[in-house]
C-alpha cells in the first residue's frame, strides 16, 4: 500500500444508466479505504440509453474522467481507449454491471504490490450464463488452447490489474480486431490469478448477445492463429496422401498388372480419383500461398519482436 501510487480504474459503459449512480458509490467507497490515490475512467461506448447523462452527474469528481465514444466500437475498443488514456501505476478493468465483485480490488493491490504484473480474475461460476454460453465458452478456450501461440487461461475475464510497464507495451499495440486479454497474454510479464464467481447483473442486459461473442470468437481465431488460414493447406495434404497411393494401386493394378480388385475400377471411378486428387493438388497449392499471407500478417500487425520489462544497467542481476 502506497499513498503516493496513483490507481486506473477502466469501466467500459453501455447502456448501463440504471447501474452507473450505485456503482460509482460503491467503488467509490471501496477505493476510498484502499490508501491509494485514484482515477476512474468511464469509457461510454456510444450507449443508446441515458449512461451519458448518469456520467455527466458525477463528472463533477476531480477524479472521474469520462470518454464519450462518437457511436458504439465495442468492449474491447472501450478497454483499449481507457489504457491508452490512463494515468496511474497500475489499471484495473472492471464491469459496470456489478458482476465483477468490487470487494475484490484490495486483493488484486496486494498481488500486484507483492510483484505480480498481471493479476488476471478468473470466473468459476456465472449466475446469469446461459447453456449456450456456457458450452460455448467451453469450445471457444479448447479451440484457441490448441491452434494460438500463447494460450489463455479459461474463463479469464476483464476483469484484470496492469502495471503501468504492461499498459505502456499494450499501447503499442495496432491491430483493430483485438481480444484484449489474449493481447495482454501474448505480453507475458508475472502474472497472477484471483477465482471470483461471478454476480447476477443488477439492472439492463448484457451487451454481448450469442452473435456478437459468435463474431468476436471468429475475429480471436483469425488474429490469434494462423491456423484457419493454413487449413486448406492441410486438408489438401491430407487428400493427396490418401488418394495417391489408391490411385497408383488402381493405375498400375488395372493397366500393367492385372490385379483383380484394381481391375473393377471403372472409367468414372477412376475420373472421380482423380478429380479428388487435383483438388488436393489444389488445396496443397492454396497452402503454400497462404504461407506467404501468413508472413504478411505478421508485418502489417507491427508488433514487437520482443517486449522488455525495463532497462537496466546491467544485463544480468
Same mark, same amino acid.
Given at each position: ?11 467500459? *459503459? ?33 450507449? $443508446? ?6 456520467? +455527466? ?6 477524479? *472521474? ?9 465495442? @468492449? ?7 489504457? =491508452?488514456?490512463?494515468?496511474? #501505476? ?8 456489478? %458482476?465483477?465483485?468490487?470487494? !475484490? ?5 496486494? @498481488?500486484?504490490?507483492?510483484?505480480? #504484473?498481471?493479476? *488476471?480474475? +478468473?470466473? %468459476? ?16 478456450? @479448447?479451440?484457441? =488452447?490448441?491452434?494460438?501461440? %500463447? ?23 495496432? $491491430?483493430? =480486431?483485438? !481480444? ?11 502474472? $497472477? ?23 468476436? /470468437? ?10 484457419? !488460414? ?39 471411378? %477412376?475420373? /472421380?480419383?482423380? &478429380? ?22 505478421? #508485418? ?6 520482443? *517486449? &522488455?520489462?525495463?532497462?537496466?544497467? @546491467?544485463?544480468? #542481476?
Amino acid at each position: 500500500m502506497n499513498a503516493n501510487k496513483t490507481i486506473s480504474l477502466i469501466v467500459p *459503459v453501455f447502456n448501463e444508466a440504471k447501474n452507473i449512480p450505485s456503482f460509482y458509490v460503491a467503488l467509490k467507497e471501496i477505493l476510498e479505504t484502499s490508501g491509494y490515490r485514484y482515477e476512474i475512467l468511464f469509457i461510454n461506448d456510444g450507449s $443508446e440509453d441515458s449512461s451519458a447523462e448518469e456520467l +455527466v452527474k458525477i463528472s463533477g469528481d476531480e477524479r *472521474v474522467k469520462i470518454l464519450d465514444f462518437s457511436r458504439n466500437f465495442g @468492449k474491447e475498443i472501450a478497454l483499449t481507449a481507457g489504457l =491508452n488514456h490512463c494515468s496511474g #501505476e497500475a489499471a484495473i478493468m472492471i464491469d459496470a454491471d456489478f %458482476q465483477h465483485p468490487l470487494e !475484490l480490488i484490495p486483493d488484486f493491490l496486494a @498481488k500486484w504490490e507483492r510483484g505480480a #504484473e498481471v493479476v *488476471v480474475g +478468473v470466473r %468459476q461460476t456465472n449466475k446469469n450464463c446461459g447453456l449456450i454460453k456456457r458450452y460455448g465458452s467451453f469450445l471457444f478456450y @479448447k479451440i484457441i =488452447n490448441r491452434i494460438s501461440e %500463447q494460450p489463455l487461461a479459461p474463463n479469464s475475464t476483464d476483469f484484470r490489474l496492469l502495471d503501468r510497464v504492461v499498459i505502456d507495451e499494450f499501447n503499442k499495440f495496432t $491491430e483493430r =480486431n483485438r !481480444l484484449t486479454r489474449a493481447l495482454i497474454a501474448w505480453l507475458g510479464f508475472r502474472r $497472477e490469478y484471483i477465482y471470483f464467481e461471478a454476480k447476477e447483473r443488477r439492472d439492463g442486459l448484457a451487451a454481448y448477445n450469442v452473435r456478437k461473442l459468435i463474431s468476436l /470468437a471468429m475475429n480471436s481465431f483469425i488474429s490469434l492463429s494462423l491456423f484457419p !488460414l493454413k487449413m486448406a493447406g492441410y486438408l489438401g495434404i491430407v487428400i493427396v496422401l490418401l488418394v495417391g497411393p489408391f490411385g497408383l494401386y488402381v493405375l498400375i493394378g488395372k493397366y500393367l498388372a492385372g490385379w483383380y480388385y484394381a481391375s473393377s475400377f471403372s472409367g468414372p471411378a %477412376q475420373l /472421380a480419383l482423380l &478429380l479428388t486428387f487435383l483438388v488436393g493438388i489444389v488445396l496443397c497449392s492454396l497452402g503454400l500461398v497462404a504461407l506467404y499471407i501468413a508472413h504478411i500478417h505478421k #508485418e502489417v500487425l507491427g508488433r514487437p519482436l520482443y *517486449v &522488455l520489462r525495463g532497462k537496466r544497467n @546491467k544485463i544480468y #542481476e
